[in-house]
């Protein structure tokens, strides 16, 4: 599957099959994820695999997502920062978390496999599951696993068309085609 295809197939799975991702898939995939940019090249980002099912059930319980439970792998994406903020006056690590993560989605849809960014949880049960410290921020929870629903056709996902999301040289100045 090329890159264009992965984005035209890429969405959010809530059921999954019973079957464990490959420990060959997931190196695949978070050495697509370890090739993201990040600003200033600070690479902040940090990834936990969750597949104990006693863990998995107690990160599940902490997202609220009852679809969680049967999800073979729970990804915590976290942050080991110093919390710099831009100069756009943005802090860094939660844009560069999220390019990683969009690598993950991806690279997994690349390989059949299905993703969801989950970012309804409570962080506080999910650190002390995981033995995270204090002062690293968990970003967002990611799904990862076979999907077990016939995919949808590309067809079917709402998006706005580009005249609503694509201005040229200034604020709704439309974009000639």
């Known amino acids: ?16 099959l ?26 902040e980002w940090r990834f936990i695999l969750v ?4 863990l998995r059930e107690k990160v599940a319980a902490a997202g609220g997502q009852p679809f969680l439970r049967q999800c073979p792998v ?5 942050a080991e920062t110093d919390k710099r903020v831009m100069r756009c006056g943005e ?3 939660p844009i560069d978390v999220a390019i990683a993560i969009d690598h993950l989605t991806l690279a997994a849809t ?34 990862l696993g076979y999907p077990a629903d016939a995919e949808r056709p590309v067809a079917d996902k709402h ?3 580009l005249s609503e999301i694509l201005w040229e040289n200034g604020w709704r100045r439309p974009f000639e085609r």
């Not at 997931?26 to 600003?39: D, G, K, Q």
């Not at 597949?51 to 006693?54: A, N, R, V």
């Open 51 to 54: 597949t104990d099912p006693e």
């Open 110 to 143: 690349a390989m059949g496999l299905g993703t969801c960014w989950i970012g309804s949880f409570d962080p506080e049960p999910v650190k002390e599951a995981l033995q995270i410290p204090a002062d690293v921020p968990i970003v967002e929870l990611v799904a």
């Open 1 to 16: 599957m090329n890159l264009f295809d992965a984005i035209a197939h890429r969405r959010s799975v809530r059921s999954f």
């Open 74 to 78: 729970i990804i915590a994406a976290c």
């Open 91 to 93: 802090p860094a690590y």
């Open 159 to 161: 998006r706005l068309p």
């Open 18 to 43: 019973d079957k464990p991702v490959e420990r060959e898939k997931l190196i695949s995939i978070f050495s697509a994820v370890r090739l993201a940019p990040s600003a200033r090249n600070a690479q």
